[in-house]
Structure formats: C-alpha cells, structure tokens
C-alpha cells in the first residue's frame, strides 16, 4: 500500500480488533483487523503511496501526537502528502482532534494505545507492545 518493501516478519504485531458495521438492516459485516507497527525510517517524501487506497499520510511527532490523543492539547504541528490527480502534493498544517475520529479518541482510545506502543517500540521494546 505504501509503495516501500517491508517483509511480513519485519512487522511488529499490536493487537487484533473487531470491527462492525451494519450495511443493510440484515447484513451486519463483521471484520477482524490485525495492527501493526512498521518500523520505517524514511521521509515523508520518500513514501511512493503506491496503492489508490491510500489517500495520504500525516507525519506528526509521537509526543505532540500522545498528547493530542490523551487530550492534553487540541492542536499539534503536522505535515501531509496528499494524493491529487497530478501526484503528491506536500504541506505544513496543524492535526486537530476535530481530524481524527471521536470514538478512537475516547470510546477505546484507539489513537492513544497506538501511539504509546510506537514510543515502547522507539524506546527499544520489542514486546509487551499490545494493546
């Protein structure tokens, strides 16, 4: 999806998720979704976003992000690489937490557990990383 060549024994799992959503009053689809981590050390830049899935990306700073999950902030600096009919466009912004989805904020603070694995995995954890 993003275009870079990550194998599937470099990424480090998190957590497995259900998902539900009801499409029709008797159809009720139902997924499990396995996270991960991927351990990139790349530019914001150098990602190719391979994959029409992907629309874009932000890059923000883990902390500033930790911080706007857990609420102690409603702002932080970011920056994205969006897709457009041309390329990818880059820009400055700021990430709000009128951006993000509400219920990963607070009904199971999705945001904040995935953020607070990638600091354990930054600071050297390699286990003990789920959520």
């Not at 990602?47 to 902030?73: H, N, Q, Y």
């Not at 994205?80 to 466009?89: P, S, V």
């Amino acid at each position: 999806m993003l275009g870079l060549p990550v194998a599937y024994g470099d990424l480090h799992p998190i957590g497995l998720r259900q998902t539900a959503v009801t499409l029709a009053p008797d159809y009720i689809e139902r997924e499990f979704q396995h996270w991960h981590l991927i351990p990139l050390n790349v530019a914001l830049e150098d990602v190719p976003l391979a994959d029409a899935e992907v629309s874009g990306l932000v890059d923000v700073a883990l902390d500033d992000a930790i911080r706007l999950a857990d609420g102690d902030t409603d702002t932080v600096p970011a920056r994205y690489a969006t897709r457009t009919d041309t390329g990818l466009e880059y820009s400055e912004a700021t990430l709000t937490t009128a951006d993000l989805i509400p219920n990963y904020l607070k009904l199971d603070q999705l945001y904040l557990r995935l953020f607070v694995a990638a600091r354990r995995f930054c600071g050297g954890e390699r286990t003990h990383l789920f959520w």
